[in-house]
């Protein structure tokens, strides 16, 4: 076999990238709530406050991160539009999955969002590994 196997690599790719993205959210999450904690509550929500900018920025950040890692992982396929459509997959997918954050920060605080933040990132630092590791190894 000359290449990587694309199955197993696109399986990996988007466990990656949305993993990644998962993390990324968890601790943009943290940040708001770290920011709210310490702010005094006057009048309606503005979009111009630290924590609405955090949230806007971090989402949108923790989004193109996920699709940015699937793109790279996906690098050995060598298609632009299947890299493009999985990166698209594992960027939107990061995001839904990240919905997580809600109960958990309801249920467990500031502390369970940095927990969730720590074990997303581990489970993104080892399917990394497996996606480059395995690129250039031979059987």
Do not use: C, K, Y
Not at 97 to 107: C, E, H, K, M
């Amino acid at each position: 076999m000359s290449g990587p196997e694309p199955v197993g690599l696109v399986l990996r790719a988007l466990g990656f990238g949305a993993a990644l993205g998962v993390s990324v959210q968890a601790l943009v999450t943290w940040g708001v709530r770290t920011l709210q904690a310490g702010a005094v509550a006057a009048g309606p929500p503005s979009l111009a406050s630290g924590p609405a900018l955090l949230l806007l920025a971090g989402t949108f950040g923790g989004i193109l991160g996920a699709g940015a890692a699937t793109w790279t992982a996906l690098g050995p396929l060598r298609n632009p539009w299947r890299q493009a459509m999985l990166a698209l997959i594992a960027a939107l997918g990061s995001l839904v999955l990240s919905l997580v954050t809600l109960p958990i920060d309801r249920a467990l605080g500031r502390p369970g969002l940095l927990g969730l933040a720590a074990l997303a990132g581990v489970a993104a630092l080892r399917a990394g590994r497996r996606v480059f590791g395995r690129v250039g190894s031979r059987p």
